[in-house]
């Protein structure tokens, strides 16, 4: 059984989907009340905002690779067009493809950071520990960061076979030129 670079991309495009899916719900649907001091305290994702920012681009980014995974069914119909737009549509996918992964581990990143933060606390801003009263919202919040982390790391290789489908259209000889 042989898998064609397609069908490959199809399969790593739909596991990545399910990662930023789950990504997006460990996040969403993470909180904890816990009683301080005769006092219900609530820890939400809503109270870090680099939390906030990575529910909506793991959402945009799930949207997109969905939105790539129906589009490339119907990219049977470009092969009979000319080389030059089908280039296009593949310059388009690239960039497009990279700026979502770079956005995705940007959003990871800084929800790691700020994670940290609440891990660790920071007594020079007075910003106290939470994972020491919210246990259970700090690591499902950890298993969200793993999850896209690995999802950037399927990204990663999805952006490199657009690198991939893109210049195998150029000539290995000449300059930005397309094979005939």
């Known amino acids: ?75 049977a119909s470009y092969k009979g067009t000319s080389l030059q737009s089908y280039a296009y549509l593949a310059w388009l996918r690239y960039i497009l493809d990279q700026a979502v992964v770079y956005a995705v581990f940007a959003g990871n990143l800084a929800a790691l950071e700020h994670s940290f933060l609440v891990l660790t606390g920071e007594e020079n801003f007075q910003w106290l520990k939470w994972c020491n009263k919210y246990t ?10 793993l999850c896209g982390f690995v999802a950037s790391l399927l990204m990663f290789s999805i952006a490199s076979i657009s690198a991939f489908n893109l210049f195998r259209l150029y000539s290995p000889t000449k300059f930005m030129h397309l094979k005939l």
């Open 1 to 75: 059984m042989e898998l064609s670079i397609q069908k490959i991309e199809a399969l790593i495009r739909l596991s990545t989907i399910v990662m930023l899916v789950l990504t997006a719900c460990l996040i969403g649907l993470d909180s904890q009340t816990k009683v301080i001091f005769y006092v219900q305290k609530k820890a939400s994702f809503k109270d870090l905002r680099a939390l906030v920012g990575l529910l909506y681009i793991t959402s945009l980014a799930a949207a997109y690779n969905l939105l790539q995974l129906c589009c490339s069914s119907f990219s």
């Open 136 to 145: 259970r919202f700090c690591t499902q919040i950890g298993g969200s960061l």
